[in-house]
């Protein structure tokens, strides 16, 4: 099994809609969580940082984990054509990353 | 300015050949890493280096070499290469190898061996 399942999509919603981003993980001792955003042909930018478990919000992006249930989540409000892109969720201790969600947002 | 910048962007070459992507972040950054990212997107550490230190060798072929002459550099020497050694490879930094740290990557270097 790996350490961060994340589905690999690929997703395409129309422009406006809510994005549901979703990892799982099997390491318990993860005590941080990211969202990296990685654009075509370009190097992931952190979009997202959470420690603990519960809602953090940043404009259209709320981050939600949940340690009881080993999961994590990203949502995008209003989604735009410019939030296409791969979504990949990581873990720390040593910086482990899901494989990616790639999201098509069409206007 | 770019914080971390890594050349070459793209690189082409055949199997069996010596090549080598450098990496240099202008952030005052400790902590240097290299990550491999395959064609199904997945983005696997490889080496990191704490003030000019190894710290983490994940399992990959003795073929790869990192070195890091100064903490802003980290250079990445790959022997007689495979097909399979395609990928993007991402130089990042981050402040302090530690937990808490955000980690910043450079733009990547496509690597193709024909």
């Known amino acids: 099994q790996k350490e961060v399942e994340q589905d690999p999509g690929p997703l395409s919603v129309p422009e406006g809609a809510i994005v549901s981003l979703n990892c799982t993980y099997s390491?318990?001792?993860?005590?941080?969580f990211m969202w990296y955003r990685q654009y075509s042909r370009k190097g992931p930018e952190l979009l997202m940082y959470?420690?603990?478990?519960g809602n953090k919000e940043d404009g259209r992006f709320t981050a939600q984990v949940d340690k009881s249930s080993k999961y994590i989540s990203l949502f995008i409000r209003d989604s735009q054509p410019s939030d296409s892109a791969t979504y990949l969720c990581a873990m720390k201790g040593k910086l482990i990353f899901g494989q990616g969600t790639e999201l098509s947002v069409k206007p | 300015d770019t914080a971390v910048s890594q050349t070459p962007k793209y690189l082409v070459t055949q199997m069996g050949n010596d090549k080598s992507i450098k990496c240099e972040q202008n952030l005052g950054h400790d902590t240097m890493y290299w990550y491999k990212q395959d064609s199904k997107k997945f983005l696997k550490i490889m080496f990191s280096?704490?003030?000019?230190?190894l710290i983490i060798n994940e399992t990959v072929p003795n073929r790869f070499s990192p070195k890091s002459p100064d903490k802003a550099h980290l250079n990445l020497h790959i022997n007689s290469l495979e097909l399979g050694d395609s990928a993007v490879y991402f130089c990042?930094?981050?402040?302090?190898w530690g937990s808490g740290n955000t980690i910043y990557f450079g733009e990547g270097s496509w690597l193709t061996v024909v």
């Open positions: 390491n318990s001792a993860f005590q941080y």
């Open positions: 280096y704490n003030n000019k230190e």
């Open positions: 990042a930094s981050s402040p302090q």
């Open positions: 959470t420690y603990s478990s």
